[in-house]
């Protein structure tokens, strides 16, 4: 049985609007650690979102599966999602102590593992949750959210604010989780410093599609994907390398599409300036 199969999958997040993500299919094997890379607004966060029920798709012939069950229909156990925006609930910002804190979300449970994760994540029991800074609330967040054993752990995002030690010892804490229990992880990230041995899947979004699907990871020359990134970076690329071509690739492929008349961005030189006095102060205003 596939750890996270989707089939067929389409969405907007409002009717009417260009759907953010578009005939997605994914299928990934139990064991196997998959990062998303992709530029800003290329759909990962949307479909980690959707993975862990937490978006309704409504598509016909949308079959969306996490350990076999159907994310909208079934209780999903075993399934962690951490996100940035946890980081805002004013829960956590209130003038409570770590320890209560952790208790309180059932740390209890968890001993061990809690009490690993808070060596690993040099996470301070005494710590006011309202007197802290973001990186720190970061961190009582990944002991609350990894303490409970997971079988499939979407992660969107979530080492941005940890210090590089403190990532580090993290990314090998997951990795070995996941060898030992052979758990599952979907990882979107935009820092791919020091995480060349942790995926052994990585996959690149544009646009809301999926335009490399899981390709193994270091590349192998028995899949075709991965044929295609060595034969562009050489042998052995590093994850850093893999994600910036396909980042310059999205980039290359956006601008064809603005010469074909897509909306452009950055700024607007070529827009002609009003130069009387009247409308003087318009051309520092894109909104005019
Ligand atoms: N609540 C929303 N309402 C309407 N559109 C949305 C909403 N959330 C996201 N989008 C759009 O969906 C698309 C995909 O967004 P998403 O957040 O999934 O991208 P992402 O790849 O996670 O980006 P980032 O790397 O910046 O986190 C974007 O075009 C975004 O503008």
Same mark, same amino acid.
């Given at each position: 049985?596939?750890?996270?199969?989707v089939?067929?999958?389409?969405?907007?997040?409002?009717?009417? +609007?260009?759907?953010?993500?578009? /005939?997605?299919?994914?299928?990934?094997?139990?064991g196997?650690?998959?990062?998303?890379?992709?530029?800003?607004?290329?759909?990962?966060?949307?479909?980690?979102?959707?993975?862990?029920?937490?978006?309704?798709?409504?598509?016909?012939?949308?079959?969306i599966?996490?350990?076999?069950?159907?994310?909208?229909?079934?209780?999903?156990?075993?399934?962690?999602?951490?996100?940035?925006?946890?980081?805002?609930?004013?829960?956590?910002?209130?003038?409570?102590?770590v320890?209560?804190?952790? /208790?309180?979300?059932?740390?209890?449970?968890y001993?061990?593992?809690?009490?690993?994760?808070?060596?690993?994540?040099?996470?301070?029991?005494?710590w006011?949750?309202?007197?802290?800074?973001?990186?720190?609330?970061?961190?009582?967040?990944?002991?609350m959210?990894?303490?409970?054993?997971?079988?499939?752990?979407?992660?969107?995002?979530?080492?941005?604010?940890?210090?590089v030690?403190?990532?580090?010892?993290?990314?090998?804490?997951?990795?070995?989780?996941?060898?030992?229990?052979?758990?599952? +992880?979907?990882?979107?990230?935009?820092?791919?410093?020091?995480?060349?041995?942790?995926?052994?899947? +990585?996959?690149?979004?544009?646009?809301?599609?999926?335009?490399?699907?899981?390709?193994?990871?270091?590349?192998s020359?028995? /899949?075709?994907h991965?044929? /295609? +990134?060595?034969?562009?970076?050489?042998?052995?690329?590093?994850?850093y390398?893999?994600?910036?071509?396909?980042?310059?690739?999205?980039?290359?492929?956006?601008?064809?599409?603005?010469?074909q008349?897509?909306?452009?961005?950055?700024?607007?030189?070529?827009?002609?300036v009003?130069?009387?006095?009247?409308?003087?102060?318009?051309?520092y205003?894109?909104?005019?």
């Amino acid at each position: 049985m596939s750890a996270i199969s989707v089939k067929n999958l389409t969405y907007s997040h409002k009717p009417g +609007i260009s759907p953010s993500l578009t /005939d997605i299919d994914l299928d990934l094997p139990p064991g196997s650690r998959t990062i998303l890379i992709g530029a800003n607004g290329a759909g990962k966060s949307t479909l980690l979102q959707i993975l862990a029920g937490k978006r309704l798709v409504s598509a016909p012939g949308a079959d969306i599966r996490v350990q076999g069950k159907d994310v909208f229909r079934e209780y999903l156990h075993g399934v962690t999602f951490l996100g940035t925006e946890w980081a805002m609930n004013p829960v956590v910002r209130g003038d409570i102590v770590v320890a209560s804190f952790l /208790d309180s979300v059932g740390g209890w449970r968890y001993k061990e593992r809690r009490d690993e994760l808070l060596d690993i994540l040099d996470v301070d029991l005494d710590w006011h949750m309202h007197q802290i800074s973001d990186g720190e609330r970061r961190r009582v967040q990944l002991v609350m959210g990894l303490m409970q054993p997971w079988d499939v752990l979407l992660l969107d995002e979530v080492t941005v604010d940890l210090d590089v030690l403190v990532r580090d010892d993290l990314l090998s804490f997951l990795q070995a989780d996941s060898e030992k229990r052979n758990a599952t +992880i979907i990882y979107a990230t935009h820092i791919y410093d020091g995480l060349n041995n942790f995926p052994t899947h +990585i996959a690149h979004m544009r646009f809301g599609k999926m335009v490399t699907p899981p390709t193994s990871w270091p590349p192998s020359a028995s /899949d075709a994907h991965a044929v /295609d +990134i060595t034969s562009k970076l050489g042998p052995n690329p590093l994850l850093y390398h893999t994600a910036l071509q396909w980042l310059k690739e999205d980039r290359e492929h956006r601008r064809e599409l603005e010469a074909q008349g897509r909306k452009t961005r950055g700024a607007r030189r070529n827009e002609t300036v009003p130069s009387d006095s009247e409308t003087f102060y318009r051309k520092y205003d894109y909104s005019h």
